[in-house]
């Protein structure tokens, strides 16, 4: 059985593992303030351009998701996300448990746009109401697709407009800048955003996701939020060293083409196959409308998610492609979707 559920399904790049293996034995301060952890953001912020952000090296997406969002906003703070948005239904109500409602809005493509914003802004208007604070978006996002440098600029515009913030949760960041349809850099998003993540878990880290803020109000005190979170790792330095070996060299990006390029060779055969999309494929997340029968076909071989029902006859599957995928289980695939029986 060949799995294409997700892209974290293996362990980690060889080079991680080798970085971790050659200091098993040094000694590194801990929470984050060891050399690898400066190391790692001292990379990161040569792609960014700008030494006036802070980076910070959590766990997990949730964790990030939900200590981001505690330091934007206040108790009686909303922030607005897309119906389809993680923190709206993939994380077990963590951002409503701390108290703050997210203001789920339709979305286009699977993206928030100013629309969006702008209604429920509009709409929430008294101190009887949730007040609009933050702006949540994913790059890429739940079904796959991409953020444009002009749909960016248009959220920040709007975010200025009613003074809100915006936070970019870049889980999938690497699929998204290696995507064809990407025309934004790192050091756009830091300019754009107020905060944004790079993911690391779904890219070749054995765990892991680096905080960049860029707005000074929410650098402060961000490592008070950490710690309330459990976010404040006494083994901080594990996390550098990976996001350490991931910036030198370009190891990041290279991983995340790689799965671009495989996810493309299933697109290819998809549009052979006749398949429609839910959404134009340009990441490693591939949303074919598949009929049933063939879809019983492929499971005999292959792992993939039931995303959601098209009709009667035919369901909206996920392909996602890893890191570490190899050419030969993608050309199983490839073949397996040719066939007509």
Same mark, same amino acid.
């Given at each position: 059985?060949?799995?294409?559920?997700?892209?974290?399904?293996?362990?980690?790049?060889?080079?991680?593992?080798?970085?971790?293996?050659?200091?098993?034995?040094?000694?590194?301060?801990?929470?984050?303030?060891?050399?690898?952890?400066?190391?790692?953001?001292?990379?990161? &912020?040569?792609?960014?351009?700008?030494?006036?952000?802070?980076?910070?090296?959590?766990?997990?997406?949730?964790?990030?998701?939900?200590?981001?969002?505690?330091?934007?906003?206040?108790?009686?703070?909303?922030?607005?996300?897309?119906?389809?948005?993680?923190?709206?239904?993939?994380?077990?109500?963590?951002?409503?448990?701390?108290?703050?409602?997210?203001?789920?809005?339709?979305?286009?493509?699977?993206?928030?746009?100013?629309?969006?914003?702008?209604?429920?802004?509009?709409?929430?208007?008294?101190?009887?109401?949730?007040?609009?604070?933050?702006?949540?978006?994913?790059?890429?996002?739940?079904?796959?697709?991409?953020?444009?440098?002009?749909?960016?600029?248009?959220?920040?515009?709007?975010?200025?407009?009613?003074?809100?913030?915006?936070?970019?949760?870049?889980?999938?960041?690497?699929?998204?800048?290696?995507?064809?349809?990407?025309?934004?850099?790192?050091?756009?998003?830091?300019?754009?955003?107020?905060?944004?993540?790079?993911?690391?878990?779904?890219?070749?880290?054995?765990?892991?996701?680096?905080?960049?803020?860029?707005?000074?109000?929410?650098?402060?005190?961000? &490592?008070?939020?950490?710690?309330?979170?459990?976010?404040?790792?006494?083994?901080?330095?594990?996390?550098?060293?990976?996001?350490?070996?991931?910036?030198?060299? &370009?190891?990041?990006?290279?991983?995340?083409?790689?799965?671009?390029?495989?996810?493309?060779?299933?697109?290819?055969?998809?549009?052979?196959?006749?398949?429609?999309?839910?959404?134009?494929?340009?990441?490693?997340?591939?949303?074919?409308?598949?009929?049933?029968e063939t879809i019983k076909r492929l499971q005999k071989d292959f792992a993939f998610e039931i995303w959601e029902p098209a009709d009667d006859s035919h369901q909206i599957i996920r392909f996602v492609t890893s890191w570490a995928m190899r050419e030969e289980q993608v050309q199983k695939l490839v073949e397996a979707i040719r066939r007509k029986n």
């Amino acid at each position: 059985m060949i799995s294409f559920m997700n892209d974290y399904s293996e362990c980690a790049h060889p080079l991680i593992l080798k970085n971790l293996a050659e200091h098993c034995y040094e000694q590194n301060e801990g929470y984050g303030m060891d050399r690898h952890c400066k190391a790692a953001s001292d990379l990161i &912020r040569s792609y960014i351009g700008n030494v006036e952000v802070d980076i910070h090296f959590l766990n997990g997406g949730t964790q990030a998701n939900l200590t981001v969002l505690s330091a934007m906003l206040r108790p009686f703070d909303a922030v607005i996300a897309t119906e389809r948005s993680h923190i709206n239904t993939h994380e077990t109500g963590a951002i409503e448990g701390c108290g703050h409602k997210v203001l789920s809005m339709p979305g286009e493509d699977g993206k928030l746009t100013r629309e969006d914003i702008r209604e429920a802004v509009q709409f929430h208007t008294t101190e009887h109401m949730v007040h609009p604070a933050a702006v949540y978006i994913s790059d890429t996002t739940e079904i796959g697709s991409v953020y444009t440098k002009q749909e960016l600029t248009a959220i920040r515009e709007v975010c200025n407009e009613y003074g809100l913030l915006l936070f970019l949760d870049g889980a999938r960041l690497g699929s998204a800048l290696a995507s064809s349809a990407n025309d934004l850099t790192l050091r756009d998003l830091a300019w754009l955003t107020d905060v944004f993540t790079i993911g690391g878990t779904k890219n070749g880290a054995l765990a892991g996701e680096a905080v960049v803020i860029s707005n000074s109000l929410i650098q402060k005190d961000f &490592r008070f939020y950490m710690k309330h979170h459990g976010a404040l790792n006494a083994k901080g330095f594990i996390l550098g060293m990976q996001f350490e070996t991931l910036f030198r060299d &370009r190891l990041y990006f290279q991983l995340a083409e790689h799965a671009n390029e495989l996810a493309e060779q299933i697109k290819d055969a998809c549009v052979s196959a006749g398949f429609p999309f839910l959404t134009r494929p340009v990441s490693n997340q591939i949303f074919p409308v598949v009929d049933n029968e063939t879809i019983k076909r492929l499971q005999k071989d292959f792992a993939f998610e039931i995303w959601e029902p098209a009709d009667d006859s035919h369901q909206i599957i996920r392909f996602v492609t890893s890191w570490a995928m190899r050419e030969e289980q993608v050309q199983k695939l490839v073949e397996a979707i040719r066939r007509k029986n």
